[in-house]
């Protein structure tokens, strides 16, 4: 087995849409790794709002926007997310915790991913304060009905977002 790198961080997410949220965090990876890989999974069991290949457009245009394109890659997230990690050779799966409820969440993912690869290092970022009460979640629902998500997302996303049907149509 060859060795993950250390300075290499995997970031997994649904990004349904990218948010801001998800953009501070991204910003602070580039500053702690030499590399990130954003891993965007499919999420069959949600309810898609924004398709995958939109998603990673979306994700792409962000990775230029940061001038950053030589160390930040985008993929699809087929499989386990270890497994992502072991692929690109990644060493850190990177998460971020808004609340306690996150916590409560990745917790016992964090321990069955060290149990399943010792190898791969789970490390969590403390969401910014100005940033952590921004979902996918919420951004999905404020603009399924018609709200203004513009404090949520970028210009590039709102953009994606207001191309998509409103609730009710199609
Ligand atoms: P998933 O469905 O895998 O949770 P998300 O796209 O909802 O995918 O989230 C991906 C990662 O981004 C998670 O670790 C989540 O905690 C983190 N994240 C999402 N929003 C924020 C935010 N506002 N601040 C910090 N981290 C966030």
Known sequence: MSALDPRHALFPGSFDPPTLGHEDLLRRALA???RVTLAVAEHPTKAGFLSFDRRVALLHELAESMDAAERLDV??????VV????DVGAGVLLRGLRSGADFDYEAP???TNRAMAPEVETLFLAATPAVSHISSTLVRQIAGLGGD????VSPTVLAALA???A???A
């Open 163 to 165: 191309d998509l049907p």
């Open 32 to 34: 702690l790794f030499d």
């Open 83 to 86: 497994d992502g990690c072991r």
């Open 149 to 152: 998500v513009s404090s949520l």
């Open 109 to 111: 993912m964090a321990g």
């Open 75 to 80: 993929r699809r997230l087929d499989g386990l």
């Open 167 to 169: 609730a009710g149509e």
